[in-house]
């Protein structure tokens, strides 16, 4: 005899929704969000083939604070930057039409 199993929506996301409700699944979608916005600059510098150590004028310590930091201001972000030999670009997308052209600002 087969056995029956159950079947599932082939889209991840559609089918979590589902199983966990909308509201539950957008707190986990933002706060994902929120935690890949922390590991991005780390990423870069990683990506640059960079340790902590590797920036220029810049102290260790100081490139760990920054990399742990929820909140930057934006000159401290174009320090990091330049100290990894790149430029901040920073963009703006609309919340509610993700089909709108970007615009971006160069620091």
């Known amino acids: ?63 760990s604070k920054i990399e742990a930091r929820k909140d930057l201001k934006i000159s401290t972000l174009k320090k990091y930057a330049k100290a990894l030999g790149m430029k901040v670009k920073i963009t703006f997308v609309s919340e509610e039409d993700e089909k709108s052209q970007p615009i971006s600002i160069y620091g």
């Open 1 to 63: 005899m087969k056995k029956r199993t159950k079947k599932h929506d082939q889209d991840f996301f559609a089918n979590t929704k589902k199983v966990v409700g909308e509201e539950r699944y957008n707190k986990a979608i933002r706060k994902g969000q929120e935690r890949a916005n922390e590991i991005r600059l780390k990423m870069v510098r990683e990506l640059r083939g960079k340790n902590q150590t590797d920036l220029k004028g810049m102290t260790q310590p100081e490139v």
